[in-house]
C-alpha cells in the first residue's frame, strides 16, 4: 500500500514519464510541506519497490523516456510558481502541458462566491519550435480565450512572429539557466 505522498509522485510519473528530480522535489514540498529528506527516502522506498528509478537528477518510471519538451514545460511551471501550481496535467494538441493556480478573489466577487472566496486561473504551456510560429499561431485560434498562454521562446525574434489573441506570456532560459517570464520583449514580469 502506497503513502499518498508516494502515490501523488506514481500519479505526476504517470501524466508525466520523465522528470528532474527537482521538480518532484518542489512539487512535493510545496504541496506537502515535505523536506528534501523526507523526499529522498520516499524515492528510496518506491526505488526498492520497482515502482520508480533515479538517475543523473531524474526520476521516471522504469522503461520510460525523457521528453525534452516536458523536461522544458516543466521548468517553466516550476520557475513560475516555485511547485505551487495547485493542477498539472498532460497538455493537448499544441500545448505540452496544462497547470491551474488558485488564487484569491477581491471585493464583489468574494460576495458571489461564497466561503471559497478563490479562483482557478488556467494556463497551457507551449515550447515554440524555431520556424513553426505561424501555425502555433493558426491551432491557438480555437482555443477558450480565457486560458492563459505561455510560450517558451529560445529567442526573442519568435515573439515578434507570434500573433495571439489569447492572454499570453512569454518564457526564455536566462544566464543562470532560470526562466525569465515577460509579456512583451520589454517588459519583464518575472525574474526567478
Known sequence: MLTVQQADIISLLTDFKYLRYSHVKKYIAAKYNSSEEHLSKILKQLGFMGKVKTADGYVMLPGRKMDAAVIK??????????????????????????????????????????????????????????????????????????????????????????RIENKCYFAMRGEKGKYKFFKSYRKDIRTP
Open 73 to 162: 514545460a516543466f521548468d517553466v511551471v516550476m520557475d513560475l510558481t516555485d511547485g505551487n501550481a495547485d493542477l498539472i496535467y498532460p497538455g493537448t494538441g499544441v500545448f505540452t502541458l496544462m497547470f491551474s493556480i488558485r488564487t484569491p478573489c477581491d471585493g464583489a466577487e468574494n460576495e458571489n462566491r461564497g466561503v471559497d472566496a478563490s479562483m482557478y486561473n488556467h494556463f497551457g504551456v507551449v515550447l515554440v519550435e524555431r520556424y513553426c510560429e505561424n501555425s502555433i499561431c493558426g491551432r491557438l485560434r480555437s482555443i477558450d480565450r480565457d486560458l492563459t498562454v505561455i510560450f517558451i521562446l529560445s529567442d526573442l525574434e519568435q515573439q515578434k512572429l507570434l
